[in-house]
């Protein structure tokens, strides 16, 4: 082999040897995601228990979960959680980014404490918090009890028009530091040199935050907002830990019932009842892309 | 390179070797059984069995394999082609699906009591598919010095007794029934005990519990006139009314519930026998202090008498793919032998299903054997996949939170119930 030959070969190694590792990663995504999805798929048409044979049932289970209570129950505690938890998440992961903006020790310390709870398993977080408000033994009844006064305790997590409240604040004291780590990064990209010039035209504070700030966090916003739906509607280890999806449903949850269903003999229809989680995550996902895309966002896209 | 030669002979010849003594261990007949345990009280006391095993019998090497949800992993290794040789997990669905191996041929049966062996008898076959080696009751523990402060002399033998003696105790300032609500399973017990209670004594055992299986509603009759489940939810929010459950009843725990009887604050709770270590470890003065009485009936129509749960606890079943059911029989056999099972029941306070053991298993056995002469034994109830427990305590959290009334608790009950048994048909 000449000299020219074997560095053709060195070469043609380098480039294409980020081909060859893309395969640990795509089989781990087809035995993992690809392959469960599929196999999801074909057994939403059946009516199987989770053992033995599947036997094929059509479009039954289609029509079942049009008419079952319990998941329209955990569909609406689904949207009526994202509904929130969405706008909440991204309303204060921008106020912290921006009120945090500047480079100082400070800043960074306190960056760090609100992104900290990102870090920490959703079960564990929940339990914590489980701690802090359980009646007659949290953290929170405690000091009520303190002040002599532990009977005005309100039982939130027992109460089923507080209980999902609870769960949506929880979830954005956890996930607050991540959404503002990704507009701290946008802002960080946004070129001062808009801000001088609108400030040289005579633009106040809301102008600039209005039609440079938003805009030119677009991007950081799209994947804020996608993220958040997909997390929220999927939510599943806070709602185990804080209330289980009680009292009596009120927290229930379509990933909870979906769980619940597969391990309770009725993995067919936990099939067909994902199914429909799909479709139930993907429209909002869909609808927002196109809103964005359609708005004056600026995207790093060729309009 | 004569070395880098000589170090390769070297490392062939230890591979051969390797193999061969590999060849040689799989020649000698080594039998591996695993047993997939979901009772986590018994776990180390298992192992310790295991390894005295393994020393008497060097060819039959046990792997306990312990999951808290061993049902679900049980249903998983099945599926994953990876099925245990022994497990404690018992189900209808995996009974119906023919997963397990007849242990009707089991010389230990000769050694169970009459009443255990009929109730591990699957009344479809009428084959034994688990062998159970202990009984199990449950009831209502109570507090006797409560009970004496606040001037209640004698158990409650009927409802009426039973809501007075809870008006007493509440009016000195205890919790008169303590409930771990946001553990829906125990709420699940309330019913099975107390509401399928009645459906059981008005049937009996046997025809009970094959209604059940059947949903068979001529006999269950959840919805007509005098149903069961309208008496239990009626009941239950007469109880409600009368200040009997504690404040926090939907986001209590088992511990919770543990604690507060342990401590004094709560003059009752309903459980079974596997709770006593708990108190008792909680607070050993307790020991001397603790009642225990059945259900007073809450259906007083038929002047039945109170129920008692008395059913069968830590059951073993063989698995049909096993390939080494004699092997599997032999542990067990070891396992059940008269010495071990005398410290298991002292282990998991339960009374022994062999007739040749007796085991100091309870600081309250006489009063427990007391409670299971007065009341009437139940079973526990054979309920749809999918609609246990769990499912039917969401539902009581219902009732208990203002969802439903008993009407309205009633049909929804009723109608959980049949789709959970249609969509396992």
Known sequence: MTLTKAREKGNWLLNNLHKGMIWPAFLLFLAFVLLPLVFSVGFSFTSWNGLGKADWVGFDNFAVFFQDDR????????????????????????????????????????????????????????????????????????????????????????????????IIVVNAFQYVGLTMTIYSAGLQDIPSELYESASVDGANWFQKFTHITIPMLGPSIMINIITNIIGSLAVFDLVVSLTGGGPAYHTETLSLYIYRLAYGGRSGYASAVSVMMFFLIAIPVGISYYIMRKSNLYLNEEK | MKMRKMMMGLAMLALAATGALTGCQKTTGNVELTFLNGKAEVV????????????????????????????SALKTKINGGDIPDITSVYENSLVNGGYYYDMSSFSAWNRVSSSVKELCTDPLTNKQYRLATNKTTAGLFYNKDIFTACGIAAEPATWADFIADVAKIKAQNYIPLYMGGSETWMLGHLME?????????????????????????????????GSAIKTFATRFLELKDAGCWNSDFVTASYDDQIENFATGKAAMFSQGMWALSKVTAKNPTMASKIGFMPYPSMDESKAPKAVVLSDVDSGYSVMKATKHATEA????????????????????????????????????????????????????????????????GALIQGLYIGDYTADTFTTKYASDWNAAYNANK
């Open chain 1, 71 to 166: 998941a329209r129950n955990a569909v609406l505690n689904s949207l009526l959680f994202a509904g929130c938890s969405v706008p909440l998440l991204n309303f204060l992961g921008l106020g912290y980014a921006l009120l945090l903006d500047k480079n100082s020790t400070l800043n960074k310390i306190v960056k760090a404490i609100v992104y900290v709870p990102a870090v920490i398993s959703p079960l564990i977080m929940g339990y914590v918090w489980l701690l802090i408000l359980k009646d007659n033994y949290g953290v929170l009844y405690s000091l009520f009890s303190l002040f002599g006064n532990g009977d005005a305790y309100v039982n939130l997590l027992g109460d089923k028009n507080w209980a999902m409240a609870v």
């Open chain 2, 329 to 392: 029989e032999k542990f067990l056999n070891f396992l059940w032998n008269v010495d071990n099972q005398k410290a298991y029941c002292e282990l998991v306070s339960a009374p022994s299903a062999f007739t040749d053991v007796d085991a100091n298993w309870s600081v309250i056995k006489d009063t427990v054997a007391t409670a299971l002469s007065k009341g009437f034994n139940i079973g526990f109830t054979s309920t749809p996949s999918g609609f246990g427990g769990g499912e039917c």
């Open chain 2, 193 to 225: 005990f107390w509401g399928h209670g009645i459906i059981k004594e008005n049937l009996g055992n046997v025809a009970a519990n094959l209604a059940f299986i059947n949903n068979d509603q001529t006999k269950l009759n959840f919805t007509g006139t």
């Open chain 2, 44 to 71: 180390d006391w298992i192992d310790a069995k295991i390894k005295e095993f393994e020393a008497a019998n060097p060819t039959i090497k046990i792997t306990q394999e312990f999951d808290k949800d061993a049902s």
